[in-house]
């Protein structure tokens, strides 16, 4: 079979109608990765991108004998990992595309595949900030969460106190970044302070999803929830728990790789030995994605109660 796993083989026009349909729908459930470090690997370069970090240095506020220089000190640094991987998925449709037209009436499965992608980068990005250090609602732990231990407006001034107590950097406009589900969000928007992302969308508006902001932190809406219970063995209840997150700048990063971004494609009907009348068709999304967390201290996993 010819190597046709591209939308070059289509008409012109036909191929930006399809790949704008993807793009579409592949962008809104792509809420988590706002915020992070975005950066494209090159290629034959290896698969594997590494960091150096460096510990703060410690502060020494002795004062110096008069006429000696500083003692010498080592600096301390780690490294943190970045390893890309490949993604995709397949899915065989009955025939509905030639070399010069496509039937419209599969644009919808079409754009289920790029939702497909969206969804599937996004969860990427979840399970990674899922690792992100632990507060619990109410300042309460693992071992006492309870019903009623919502994230609210008091939640959202301690959040940010333990985020600048760990220096996390704010974003260029001087706040942090949350992400919160549709169980998370009613207690939230309930506040008093809270300010409706409407009210300023003509002036600040940067994120897709945005919601409103409340204590320093611009909350956006991500569909993709994650949702729990601790193991009972270690905590003092069977209390279900959503999770938010809330980061400062440069706490994660997203990469991809150069001449492997994560794309949509299509295999059009053609006649072979595998399909000798040509009535199948496959569409595929593929590519290569890492996403990690830089600084585990500047994302906070607020895990708190659904009721």
């Known amino acids: 079979m010819a190597d046709l796993t591209n939308t070059t083989i289509l008409g012109p026009a036909v191929s930006i109608y ?3 349909v993807f793009l579409e729908r592949a962008e809104y459930p792509l809420i988590l990765e706002q915020g992070a470090q975005k950066r494209t690997h090159a290629s034959n370069e290896g698969h594997t991108i590494k960091f150096t970090k460096y510990d703060v240095i410690d502060i020494n506020s002795t004062a110096l004998t008069e006429g000696c ?7 301390a640094a780690s490294t943190v990992s970045v390893t890309l991987a490949e993604y995709g998925r397949t899915f065989q449709l009955s025939k509905f595309v030639t070399l010069t037209s496509i039937d419209k009436n599969m ?36 071992t006492n969460i309870a019903a009623g231990d919502t994230l609210d407006a008091c939640d959202c001034r301690l959040i940010v106190q333990d985020l600048e107590g760990y ?9 942090y970044l949350g992400k919160v589900g549709p169980l998370s969000k009613i207690n939230l928007i309930s506040d008093s302070t809270w300010i409706n992302s409407k009210v300023y969308s003509d002036v600040k508006k940067l994120y897709k999803g945005e919601m409103g902001e409340l204590y320093q932190i611009r909350f956006v809406l991500n569909y993709d929830e994650a949702c729990g219970i601790e193991a009972t063995s270690t905590a ?8 938010s997150f809330i980061h400062g700048s440069d706490a994660f990063g ?33 590519g290569s994605y890492a996403v990690k967390l830089l600084n585990s201290t500047w994302v906070i996993r607020a895990a708190n109660s659904l009721t």
């Not at 003092?236 to 999770?243: E, L, M, N, P």
């Open 18 to 20: 399809y790949e704008k």
């Open 167 to 175: 220096k996390a950097r704010a974003y260029p406009d001087g706040f």
């Open 236 to 243: 003092a209840s069977t209390v279900s728990r959503a999770y």
């Open 107 to 142: 644009a919808e499965t079409i754009g289920l595949v790029g939702q497909n992608l969206g969804e599937t980068l996004n969860r990427l990005v979840r399970n990674e900030l899922m690792s992100g250090t632990t507060y619990y609602g109410n300042d309460h732990n693992i």
């Open 254 to 286: 997203v990469f991809d790789f150069e001449g492997d971004k994560p794309k949509l494609f299509i295999l059009p009907n053609q006649l072979d030995s595998g399909s000798p009348a040509g009535r199948r068709s496959y569409v595929s999304w593929a």
């Open 69 to 75: 220089n500083p003692s010498i000190s080592a600096m």
